[in-house]
């Protein structure tokens, strides 16, 4: 199984960027997705969850309002739409797959699969 990200780079202040995940290896279409986010020298933050059908999501208190999480199960794929982006949104960021149906878990460790991260950072 084999999650991959793609989209990242550096962006301004107040800009966007979209990062996208790509799984393959086997379907997520009845589980949840996530992203996370480390910055260095921090510890792993929650950014973001969908539930398997794209109906419910959640996200954390620093990008409410600002990142939208969607899912194309046809693709197998979840995406991350950034926008209003601060200098503190700089981090890694990582995708996540769960393999258990009906949840939509918030912690990193209910995740089952992870991408390998993709560096994203915004300049002041």
């Known amino acids: 199984v084999q999650l991959v990200e793609s989209g990242g780079g550096l962006v301004q202040h107040g800009g966007s960027l979209s990062l996208s995940c790509a799984a393959s290896?086997?379907?997520?279409?009845?589980?949840?997705m996530g992203w996370f986010r480390q910055a260095s020298g921090k510890e792993r933050e929650f950014v973001a969850t969908?539930?398997?059908?794209?109906?419910?999501?959640y996200y954390g208190d620093s990008v409410k309002g600002r990142f939208t999480i969607s899912r194309d199960n046809a693709k197998n794929t979840v995406y991350l739409q950034m926008t209003s982006l601060k200098p503190e949104d700089t981090a890694v960021y990582f995708c996540?797959?769960?393999?258990?149906?009906?949840?939509?878990?918030?912690?990193?460790?209910?995740?089952?699969?992870w991408g390998q991260g993709i560096q994203v950072t915004v300049s002041s």
């Open positions: 969908i539930n398997w059908s794209g109906t419910g999501s």
């Open positions: 290896g086997r379907t997520f279409s009845r589980s949840a």
């Open positions: 996540a797959a769960d393999v258990q149906e009906w949840r939509t878990p918030v912690r990193g460790d209910e995740y089952w699969y």
